[in-house]
């Protein structure tokens, strides 16, 4: 045996770990990579009981999977962070955070010690971040094309969704967009049974109780209890005492009170959080109060903020009738879809909701069967969250040219850098070839030839936007073609593979902890 392979067994020996980490981010990654691009597949997963899921979804994908490493599970957690924080974006935070791995582990491997690629690599991380927000374009209002455009593409192209979801954007309004407490996407549901819509309101998923008789109430006072709609409770021990007793009968009488006060304020829907008693539901009956107990404490905040009602505890019904006036809630409408077995609510269209600028509205994505339902509903959330990330954010050229032209711009800027974290700003400069090498490579080009044509035409010509189409393999603008992103799903995906990368190059030993 020779002195050098003497020297690799030991190396392959000293970087055992680094390497079945980085073999397990690389198994992972290959997974999703050929969903990427206009000319990418779906994945088929097929579940332990023959369910099916058809989707190119990255998340859905990877949450999906039955994952058994460690490493691979922080992968995950990658697209797990994009989808929460963006919503989009995911395919390409876990192949960026896979290419930072092998690179980084390749410049480790060659000798560099990890801790100076990860500290590389999280400078090249900041300084690329850094040139993306300086280049991205700001979004000119919902008529600006490049808005239509960057939702038209995360909606992978299905039309009615990408109308539907900028309908429903231009009743939100730019200025609830623009809050990062919002989550746009959230008001997507999904239903089989439906047809496209956004309707000003909220759906609420539980039935009304004895919705054969009330189906329907309009401009009426809303009630929205964080509690249950009953007497006030007593020991039961005490109920067998004639004391005991009266008390009981004047409580039961009281509450009987406090209901007919609530229809005195015209009271014509209650939504409970937790339940009701038989004779509040019969007293509801009699005076035709549609009432939905049961409600998530999620949904019962959105029903006060869309009816402007307080959320009240049982004791705020002993108020007088002018503060519990202050405390009810507006509806224009609130009725019961037997089609979609749901509830409609509609806000009351008083000066002070049509004054405010936080509305509520709800999209309804339906579809022909429950898989292709899901699917849809994954394809509306993209856009409505690539919508809502190109306002926030602006947008940026894409097809990976936005990319291709910062690892240029790195290259560059690490031929300044002295030591050996040099190393690592050359790692996330060979990482951001990444997206646009594997777009051309499922597009069925050769991704070597590809991005040496687009970089040298960038660099002639000056520009960023230089890409390549994925029909002809002719070099485009992808600016002008109206190929684009968000700029914070690309800004949120390389600051999320960079942290994930670095993660993995300074785990030196992986220890079983004993069991608790």
Not at 369 to 385: L, Q
Request: net charge negative; with cysteine; hydrophobic share 45%.
């Amino acid at each position: 045996m020779t002195q050098g392979s003497n020297t690799w067994n030991e190396s392959d020996e000293r970087h055992a770990t680094l390497l079945n980490n980085a073999q397990a981010v690389r198994a992972l990654c290959a997974a999703i990579e050929g969903t990427l691009g206009p000319k990418g597949l779906d994945v088929m997963l097929v579940g332990p009981n023959g369910d099916v899921i058809i989707t190119n979804d990255g998340v859905t994908i990877l949450e999906s999977m039955d994952v058994s490493h460690p490493i691979a599970k922080l992968v995950i957690q990658v697209a797990r962070a994009q989808q929460h924080e963006v919503g989009d974006g995911t395919t390409t935070a876990t192949v960026l955070a896979g290419a930072l791995v092998q690179a980084g582990v390749e410049q480790v491997v060659e000798g560099v010690p990890a801790a100076k690629v990860a500290a590389g690599v999280e400078h090249g991380v900041n300084i690329a971040r850094e040139l993306l927000q300086e280049r991205a374009i700001p979004i000119q209002g919902f008529d600006d094309p490049l808005l239509h455009q960057a939702v038209h593409i995360a909606g992978r192209e299905h039309n009615d969704i990408v109308q539907l979801v900028m309908d429903a954007a231009r009743a939100v309004g730019i200025h609830q967009l623009q809050s990062p407490q919002y989550r746009f996407a959230d008001s997507i549901v999904a239903h089989e049974k439906a047809k496209n819509e956004w309707f000003e309101g909220l759906l609420l998923k539980q039935k009304p109780l004895q919705q054969e008789w009330h189906s329907k109430r309009e401009n009426c006072r809303v009630v929205v209890m964080q509690d249950s709609l009953e007497p006030e409770a007593m020991d039961e021990h005490l109920l067998t005492t004639e004391a005991g007793f009266e008390q009981y009968m004047r409580l039961k009488a009281s509450f009987m009170e406090q209901l007919q006060e609530l229809h005195a304020l015209h009271v014509g829907f209650i939504v409970l959080e937790r339940g009701i008693a038989p004779e509040a539901e019969q007293f509801c009956l009699d005076h035709e109060i549609m009432v939905i107990q049961r409600v998530s404490r999620e949904d019962v905040k959105k029903v006060a903020k869309l009816t402007g009602a307080k959320p009240l505890k049982r004791s705020a019904l002993h108020k007088d009738q002018e503060a519990l006036r202050s405390m009810l809630g507006n509806a224009e409408l609130v009725y019961y879809d037997e089609r979609l077995e749901r509830v409609r609510l509609y806000a009351g269209k008083t000066s002070e909701y049509t004054a405010r600028t936080d509305k509520l509205v709800t999209m309804i994505v339906g579809a022909s069967t429950r898989e292709v339902v899901g699917e849809r509903v994954r394809i509306a959330a993209d856009a409505a969250a690539a919508l809502q990330a190109a306002v926030q954010s602006g947008i940026l050229p894409g097809g990976g040219a936005t990319e291709l032209a910062l690892a240029y711009k790195l290259e560059r800027y690490r031929e300044t850098v002295r030591g050996m974290e040099a190393f690592g700003i050359a790692a996330v400069a060979h990482a951001l070839r990444k997206p646009m090498s594997q777009i051309v490579l499922n597009a069925g080009f050769n991704p070597l030839e590809k991005l040496e044509e687009a970089r040298a035409a960038q660099a002639s010509e000056g520009t960023d936007t230089i890409g390549i189409h994925c029909d002809t393999g002719s070099l485009m603008d992808t600016l002008k073609a109206g190929i684009v992103d968000p700029a914070q799903v690309k800004l949120h995906a390389l600051a999320a593979a960079g942290e994930v990368a670095c993660a993995v190059l300074r785990i030196h030993t992986v220890i079983k902890m004993k069991s608790q």
